[in-house]
């Protein structure tokens, strides 16, 4: 076809899928069904993972809950008994390979092909990067990046062959702006959102339309994870409640959308940062305090505490 005759189509095309992205804004958008659906979260153990689990019982699918904390795992599994889901659970440290596989066949066995995938486990240390050990690097690496890797090998063949099912990759706001004091944990995160997107586009590439994939980033959210972080206009940088940041990740599932990030303010401060000249960027950065807001971070974590040396 003639390359004018595209360019037009392309128009024409661009400008049908702006309209429709502005009318999804306006008109509200009907949630699809997960009943029955099987969904395994990870890191379902407490914070972000557990309520979006409860969530996804709530609605009628069925729950497999992976967790390196037993006891966490065991508590979101009874609240979930108790609303009447039905729900798995078993102790799965992500950062290793062939747990995750061994798992996934186990969870294939129990509860039927995972059809809604949550790729939500994820650690930080919040140490400078002269600070932090080869261990606590790799580690991070792997429960926060290769994990999504291994889960997804391991379920994504049969959803390809059914035509059907989800992926959720939580990530954060911070794999889209940087923040000093967890060089390791910005660089998995970087990776979660390349990852996300790079799959994305292979299923398009294979016109596998019915699975769908949700990236989400989060900004730092009360969840005990990044204690005592401060800026300086808390006001303009409030954390999140894991109430609302769950339900604006169940919203963009429901709705298939490609990605969220919580709050929606920083879609704005993430573009600025794509064309501001870098020196306008740290320049920023230094006025809102970002430069230092990992000074006060308070280790609450077992593994933070462990790692931090503190008893």
Known sequence: MNFFIECILLTFNLTSIFMMSLLRWIIPTKHKSVKDEVCLVTGAGSGIGRLLAFEFAKRGAVLILWDIDNIG?????????????????????????????????????????????????????????????????????????????????????RMLENNHGHIVTVASVLGLIPLPGMTEYIASKFA????????????????KDGVKTTLACP????????????????????????????ESIMHAILTNRSMVVIPRSMYFSYNMSTWMPHAATLAISKFTGILKSMESFIPTRDYQKKAAKIE
């Open 73 to 157: 795992n065991r508590e979101t599994a009874d609240m979930i008994e108790k609303i009447g889901g039905k729900v798995f659970f078993e102790n799965c440290d992500v950062s290793d390979r062939e747990e995750i596989y061994k798992m996934a066949q186990k969870a294939r066995m129990e509860a039927g092909d995972v059809t809604i995938l949550v790729n939500n486990a994820g650690i930080v240390y919040g140490k400078d990067f002269m600070e932090i050990t080869d261990e606590e690097i790799e580690k991070t690496i792997k429960v926060n990046s290769l994990a999504h890797f291994w889960t997804v090998r391991a379920f994504l063949p």
């Open 192 to 207: 979660s959102v390349g990852f996300n997107h790079g799959l994305e586009l292979e299923l398009r590439k294979y016109q």
């Open 219 to 246: 900004h730092h959210t009360n969840t005990g994870m990044f204690s005592g972080i401060t800026y300086r206009f808390p006001s303009l940088l409030k954390p999140l409640e894991p109430f609302e940041c769950v």
